[in-house]
Each structure stands twice: as structure tokens, then as C-alpha cells.
């Protein structure tokens, strides 16, 4: 199976940082093909340009950025994002990504005409996971903060695309949590991406 990962997070030394390690050592161990975008290392722009914006109207992406992930994308069985909560969202490259990548004539189209109802056209792609790290506590996230990942990226953007197989792995408070824990977190991760189960 070939697995797209795309990551965003500055800081080598960060949690998530540690997680894409973990991520990519479960999916060694089951033999598993690995393409990381590395968007604070590839030299992604997340503007929304005057030029991105005619070629959303087109559905011809202009960005040659857009276009070589989209070939990528093409690719891949199944897409892992792994990328820190910021003030309840995600940071500005990982939106950016969303913006100008789950694009018109990239990642969907409209079914018949219509401008409201989606079809994916990466229809290669059975199934996206996305892992997140924060130090709010998650219920303070569900209830205060209204889920704002799960409400903006795995029903806003991927429900809307189709995508059935959808999850979202969330590490809450980890500024809090002691190295015991956050070591058995990244263990658990390494097992999670060893297992069939996460692709069905």
C-alpha cells in the first residue's frame, strides 16, 4: 500500500516530530510504500493568490507546488496528516494545503452542474487519518472550542468529498503529560500503522 503522509510542523524537536517516526516505523514494519510531504521543508507557499483563485474557477492549478502534490496524490491508497492544533486550528501551512490542494479539478469536482454537491476525483484513495497534537484538554475542546478539527477537516473537508474511511487520532495536553506517556502514545502509534485495521 502506498501512504501519503503530510506534515507540518516547524520544530524538529516537537512531539509531532516524533510522531511522523513513529507513524513511518509501523508503516516499515508492514511493508508499506512512503511518500512524506514535508510542507515547512518543501518550500510550499499556503497564499491563496489572485492566480490561484482564477485557477480555482478553472480547475487548473497554477502553483507548480499544487501540481507536483497532486501527482503524489495520484498515488497514494491512503493520506496521514500529522500536524499540531493552533488556537483550535491547524497551522497556517497545513490550511494552506487544504486550500490549494483539496482544489477543483485536483481533489474533486461538482457532481452534474451542481455547485454544492462534490465528487472526489483522487478516487485512488480509500481512506485519510488525521493526527493532531494540543495542550488543551479535550473536553474543554469538544465543548468550549466546538471540535473545530473534527467539524472542519474530517466532516467540512473529507465527508464532503465522499471519503468513507475517515479518523482522526487526537494527542490532548501533551505539554502536561509525563515522558512515560508520551512514550506509550508513540509506542501505540507505531502499532496502529502496523495494523490492516486502520485501512479498511
Known amino acids: 500500500m502506498k501512504v501519503v503522509i503530510v506534515f507540518n510542523h516547524p520544530y524538529e524537536g516537537s512531539y509531532c516530530n516524533a510522531i511522523l517516526n513513529s507513524v513511518t516505523g509501523g508503516l516499515q514494519q508492514a511493508n508499506h510504500d512512503i511518500d512524506i510531504i514535508n510542507l515547512d521543508k518543501e518550500g510550499f507557499n499556503p497564499v491563496m493568490t489572485s492566480q490561484d483563485l482564477k485557477a480555482f474557477r478553472d480547475k487548473q492549478p497554477v502553483d507548480p507546488k499544487v501540481i507536483e502534490y497532486k501527482n503524489r496524490l495520484e498515488k497514494a491508497d491512503h493520506v496521514v496528516f500529522i500536524f499540531p492544533i493552533w488556537w483550535e ?5 497545513m490550511k494552506g494545503f487544504i486550500d490549494k490542494v483539496i482544489f477543483p479539478g485536483v481533489a474533486y469536482d461538482y457532481v452534474d452542474g451542481s455547485n454544492t454537491k ?5 478516487t485512488n484513495i480509500k481512506g485519510v487519518t488525521v493526527i493532531t497534537t494540543m495542550n488543551t484538554p479535550s473536553i474543554l475542546y469538544r465543548i468550549i472550542f466546538g471540535n473545530a478539527i473534527q467539524k472542519a477537516v474530517i466532516r467540512g473537508t473529507f465527508w464532503k468529498l465522499g471519503y468513507k474511511n475517515r479518523k482522526w487520532i487526537s494527542f490532548t495536553m ?10 506509550m502514545w508513540l509506542t ?9 485495521e486502520l485501512f479498511k
Open 118 to 122: 462534490m465528487k472526489p476525483l483522487l
Open 174 to 183: 501533551v505539554k502536561q503529560a509525563s515522558d512515560e506517556k508520551r512514550k
Open 89 to 93: 486550528l491547524m497551522p497556517a501551512l
Open 188 to 196: 501505540k502509534i507505531e502499532k496502529t500503522f502496523n495494523k490492516e
